[in-house]
C-alpha cells in the first residue's frame, strides 16, 4: 500500500469524526497557544527591557554609597561620595567621557493655581545630559555658570509642562519650590516610561549646587551617588576599573578590605534583567509545556477508543492485504496530522493573544510603549514538539492497531 494511500485513508477517517477531532486536538491547541503566547510576551519584555537600556545609555555607570547590614538589618546607605571624587572621577579617569554628582530634591513645584510633586526631582551636573544620551526639546540646558554660582534654574519634562504650561511656553517661565523662584530654560526629550513602569518625563533638573545650598540648606559636599558615561562601550569595564581604583586610593581603601561604595555599569544591569526575563520566560513556557503532554495524553486515549471502535474496518483491511505496517503507518499519520492541525490553530491563537496582551498593555499604561514581538522560533519549536507528541503518545494506539489478529478483528463485534 502506498504512502499517499495511507495518507489519504487516515485524512478520511479523522473527516468522518470531525466532533472528535475537534476535542482530541484541544489540549494540542491549548498547549501551542499558551507556549507562544508565554514565550512572545517575555520577548517582548525584554525587548522593551533593552529599549530602555539604551535610553539610559549604552556607557553608563552609577557609582553609589554602599548600604550597610547591621545584625541582618539593611540600615541603609551612609554618604561616602563627594562632589570631589566625581570632579576626580572626571579628570583622573582616561576612559570617562562625562560625570555628574547626583543629589535628591523633592519638594512640590507650584505655578499660579497649578501644583504638583514630580515623580523625579534631582540636583545634576552639567554633562548629565551627555552621560544619560538625553536631548532637549526646547530651550537650553543649564551652564557651568549655573552651577558655580547656585543660580535657581531648572529644566522639565514633558508631563511638568502638560501639568504646569498647559497652554504657555514653559521657557523663561517661572515656578516655586517652596518660596523659591525657578526658571525653566528648557524641556527635555521625551523618554517613555522607566523599566519600573514609571513616567521618566514627570522629572525636573535643577543644578546640584542650586539643589545643595537652596533647597537643602547644606554646605556639606556629599552627594547620592555620581552617573559617569564611559567614552565607549567597550571602555565601559576600563572605566570601572579606573573608577575603583581611584575612590580606593581618595577613601583610604586599603586591598583587601571592604570598599565604602559600588560601582554597577549598564551592562550588569542588562545582564541582570535578561537573566532574570530569560528565567521567568523559560519558566512560563515549561509550565504552558505541560498543558502539550497532557494534550498528548488525550490524542493517545482517543486514539486506543478509536482502535477498538474500528476492529472490524482493520480487519477488513487486513483481509484484503494491509499489513501490521500499513495500520500501523496509518494510525500515527493520524496521530500526527491532529497533533499538527491542533499546533497550527493554536500558534495562530497564540499570537493573537501575544499582541493583544501587548496591545492592552500599552492602552493601560500609554508610557509603557510594549513592543509587540511574535516569537517565530518558538512557535516553530512548538509544532515540532507537537509532531512530537502526537507521534510518541499514537505510537501505542498504532501499535496494539497493527497487532491485531485478522480473524478475531472480523469477528470482533
Known amino acids: 500500500m502506498s504512502f499517499l494511500l495511507t495518507v489519504y485513508v487516515a485524512v478520511r477517517a479523522l473527516l468522518r469524526n470531525k466532533m472528535r477531532a475537534s476535542l482530541t486536538i484541544l489540549g494540542i491547541v491549548i498547549g501551542i497557544a499558551a507556549v507562544t503566547t508565554m514565550v512572545s510576551v517575555g520577548s517582548s519584555a ?12 549604552s556607557n553608563f555607570i552609577v557609582v553609589q554609597p554602599k548600604f550597610e547590614r547591621r545584625r541582618g538589618v539593611q540600615s541603609g546607605n551612609v554618604i561616602t561620595l563627594t562632589d570631589d571624587d ?20 523633592a519638594r512640590p513645584v507650584v505655578r499660579g493655581n497649578s501644583n504638583m510633586q514630580p515623580k523625579e526631582m534631582w540636583g545634576v551636573g552639567v554633562d548629565y545630559l551627555r552621560v544619560r544620551s538625553w536631548d532637549i526639546d526646547a530651550g537650553g540646558f543649564f551652564t557651568e555658570r549655573d552651577e558655580r554660582a547656585g543660580n535657581c534654574v531648572c529644566v522639565v519634562g514633558h508631563t511638568v509642562v502638560r501639568e ?15 518660596n523659591i523662584p525657578f526658571t525653566v530654560v528648557g524641556v527635555l526629550g521625551k523618554k517613555g516610561a522607566s523599566l519600573t513602569g514609571d513616567d521618566q518625563d514627570n522629572v525636573m533638573l535643577m543644578p546640584y549646587t542650586t539643589v545643595k545650598k537652596r533647597l537643602q540648606g547644606s554646605s556639606f559636599k556629599d552627594v547620592a551617588a555620581i552617573l559617569v558615561g564611559a567614552k565607549a562601550p567597550e571602555l565601559i569595564d576600563s572605566a570601572k576599573g579606573e573608577i575603583i581604583q581611584l575612590l580606593n586610593d ?38 504552558a509545556g505541560i498543558s502539550l503532554l497532557v494534550g498528548g495524553v488525550g490524542i493517545m486515549n482517543i486514539m486506543l477508543v478509536s482502535v477498538t471502535e474500528r476492529t472490524r474496518e482493520i480487519g477488513i483491511r487486513m483481509a484484503v492485504g494491509a499489513r501490521g505496517r500499513d495500520i500501523l503507518v496509518q494510525f500515527l499519520i493520524e496521530s500526527v496530522v491532529l497533533s499538527c492541525f491542533g499546533g497550527v490553530i493554536g500558534l495562530a491563537m497564540g499570537i493573537s493573544a501575544s499582541v493583544g496582551i501587548t496591545t492592552l498593555i500599552n492602552s493601560i499604561s500609554p508610557g509603557a510603549d510594549w513592543p509587540v514581538v511574535v516569537s517565530i522560533p518558538a512557535g516553530v519549536i512548538a509544532m515540532i514538539f507537537a509532531a512530537v507528541v502526537g507521534l510518541v503518545f499514537g505510537l501505542y494506539p498504532a501499535w496494539q492497531a497493527s497487532r491485531l489478529d485478522p480473524i478475531d478483528a472480523l469477528r470482533y463485534e
Open 164 to 178: 504646569l504650561f498647559p497652554a504657555d511656553n514653559p521657557i523663561g517661565q517661572q515656578l516655586r519650590i517652596g
Open 46 to 57: 525584554g525587548q522593551l527591557l533593552q529599549n530602555q537600556l539604551q535610553s539610559i545609555g
Open 86 to 105: 566625581a570632579q576626580a572621577i572626571g579628570r583622573e579617569c582616561p576612559s570617562v567621557l562625562a560625570y555628574s554628582p547626583l543629589v535628591f530634591g
Open 250 to 287: 581618595r577613601h583610604h581603601i586599603a586591598p583587601g578590605q571592604k570598599t565604602d561604595f559600588e560601582v554597577v555599569t549598564s551592562a550588569q544591569l542588562s545582564e541582570l534583567f535578561g537573566t532574570i526575563t530569560g528565567m521567568m520566560t523559560m519558566l512560563l513556557a515549561s509550565i
